[in-house]
């Protein structure tokens, strides 16, 4: 990372994309010479007018760059990697922020074995205002890549980031937790609300969980369709956590379907034991709920 008062130039290949102006933005703010780099002639004229910023179309832009940030969809990133592999130099740092991170390493491993590159997941959309106590994952796998992630890991926790490194085989274990089951349970509750037809109605009636289903619901629905798809088809072991999912729905629905009380009960209070075991906190969830939401 930068030393005090030194400037980085930091070139962005596919910084007109949501999280690619989020971070323009981002390190413009602190300080850094930024280029976006991308295809779409439009876009770049967008950025340039909103940010004031360099732009270009070829990936010789990044040649003259300190630090290159990757903010491209999962199913390009081999391509634009080949594509940015004759301009890089020896040393250079070459970053990305895909949601997956196995494949990805091991493409820039594969590509830009003259570069330093860190595998790097903001966990967090370009809705954030700033890093300040969000959850970013960076997944060195070399003693050069470690180096570089504990001094980034330090440049972001000033900012009031939570930083956290591990395996890029461990990230996307986690990840298929975090964000796919959540983006699951998100999509089929969406579908499901829509198949009521009640949204209407229920809107003067609903209390804190319905809302808060309603939330997770639209704010997983209104993002881009691309990226979830890329997750969930990406994220490992996905079909087999949304399978146990299925699992465990259909035997809580034959409990419901057979008004088996006992059964309801015995199984509700396991599951409130065994999450308290595993938080003291536990009982605090509920109050937690009305603040998320307030």
Known sequence: MARPGEKLKIAI??????????FAAFLLKEGQEVTVIGR???????????????????FAAAASADVVLL??????????????????????????????????????????ERCLVLGTHPVFGPGARDIKNKNIVLTPTTDGEAALAQKLKQH??????????????????????????????????????LNLKKLESLEGLGGSTYRLL?????????????????LQLNLPGMAQIEETFQRNTA????????????????????????????????????????????
Request: proline fraction near 4%.
């Open 13 to 22: 290949i596919g910084g007109t994309g949501k999280m690619g102006r989020w």
């Open 40 to 58: 779409d002639e439009r876009k770049l004229l967008d950025i340039r007018q909103q940010l004031d910023i360099e732009t270009a179309t070829n």
């Open 71 to 112: 903010s491209v969809p999962i199913e390009a990133f081999e391509e634009v990697v080949k594509q940015l592999q004759p301009h890089v130099k020896p040393g250079q740092v070459v970053v990305d922020i895909t949601s997956v991170k196995t494949g990805p390493v091991a493409i820039m491993h594969r590509y830009l």
């Open 156 to 193: 972001l926790e000033d900012r009031g980031a939570r930083v956290t490194l591990m395996s890029p085989e461990e990230h996307d274990e986690d990840m298929a937790v975090v964000l796919g089951l959540a983006h699951f349970i998100g999509i089929v509750s969406a579908e499901t609300l």
């Open 214 to 230: 309603l939330t997770l619901a639209e704010s997983v629905v209104s993002e881009d369709p691309e990226l979830y798809a890329s």
């Open 251 to 294: 035997v809580w629905a034959d409990i419901i379907r057979n008004k088996d009380r006992a059964s309801f009960i015995r199984k509700m209070t396991a599951l409130k034991s065994a999450l308290e075991a595993r938080d003291p906190n536990f009982r605090k969830a509920y109050e937690n709920m009305y603040r998320l939401l307030e």
